[in-house]
């Protein structure tokens, strides 16, 4: 099956600085890839996603790239603020499917004042 | 943020309690998923249903239980739990579960769980 990896799992910034947070997965076949946000005590909530039709997807400060030749998969938020501090997830779509996602294990981001 | 509630919000049960966990989505979807959501761990899917017919079975253990009795509401009844199973619990939606492989993805909106901790 998918196997999605995550990196770092735990990234610290100054505010105004940018931060990047990489994944790769193994199932070729994988067309869909979205991030997730999930703030302490809250629902993890989607921020931008990306089909594999694409190389780059961009929302305001927050933009993702995709090299399906590699593999891999990175969230990019530039003049970082902290209330984005939150963890994220990165996850693909298997192969095949129309539902089952495969999370990262998450990156803990913490934008410093 | 009222679009997938979920109650309670919190629970702690014993290992031979029996309880209830109880998912509602007001967002109009047909699509339902239950995940768990261990310290460490990537989100793990556990049962999805698409118009109140279950479709995935992750090799979840059967002191799991779920129920989708409509599009809306989803159910996860717990019976003799292990300590290992303290978790948080995410319920989800998504519009439906469209087309064939490699058609459109909807997208999965969470509740915001229900810490679970096996005593």
């Known amino acids: 099956g998918e196997n999605v990896e995550q990196h770092p799992s735990t990234l610290s910034v100054q505010e105004g600085d940018s931060a990047v947070i990489k994944c790769t997965y193994s199932d070729s076949a994988s067309n869909y890839f979205p991030w997730y946000k999930q703030e302490l005590g809250k629902r993890p909530q989607l921020i931008i996603d990306?089909?594999?039709?694409?190389g780059e997807k961009k929302d305001q400060r927050i933009a993702v790239t995709l090299n399906k030749t590699a593999k891999h998969f990175s969230l990019h938020i530039t003049e970082t603020q902290p209330e984005d501090s939150a963890v994220y997830f990165c996850?693909?779509?298997?192969?095949?499917?129309?539902?089952?996602?495969?999370f990262g294990k998450g990156t803990l981001l913490t934008v410093n004042p | 943020e009222t679009g997938v509630t979920q109650t309670p919000r919190h629970l702690v049960m014993g290992m031979t309690n029996k309880k209830s966990l109880k998912c509602e989505q007001h967002l109009g979807h047909n699509a339902m998923y239950w995940y768990k959501q261990s310290a460490k761990k990537p989100l793990e899917l556990m049962f999805v249903?698409?118009?109140?017919?279950?479709?995935e079975n992750n090799s979840v253990p059967s002191r799991f239980s779920p129920e989708c009795p409509n599009s809306s509401h989803l159910f996860l009844h717990l019976h003799t739990l292990q300590p290992e199973d303290s978790a948080l619990y995410l319920c989800?939606?998504?519009?439906?579960?469209?087309?064939?492989?490699?058609?459109?993805?909807?997208?999965?909106?969470f509740g915001p769980g229900t810490r679970l901790l096996v005593l």
């Open positions: 249903y698409n118009f109140k017919e279950q479709t």
């Open positions: 996850a693909a779509l298997a192969g095949g499917s129309n539902y089952k996602l495969t």
């Open positions: 990306i089909r594999s039709n694409v």
């Open positions: 989800a939606s998504s519009e439906t579960l469209t087309g064939t492989s490699g058609g459109a993805v909807e997208t999965q909106y």
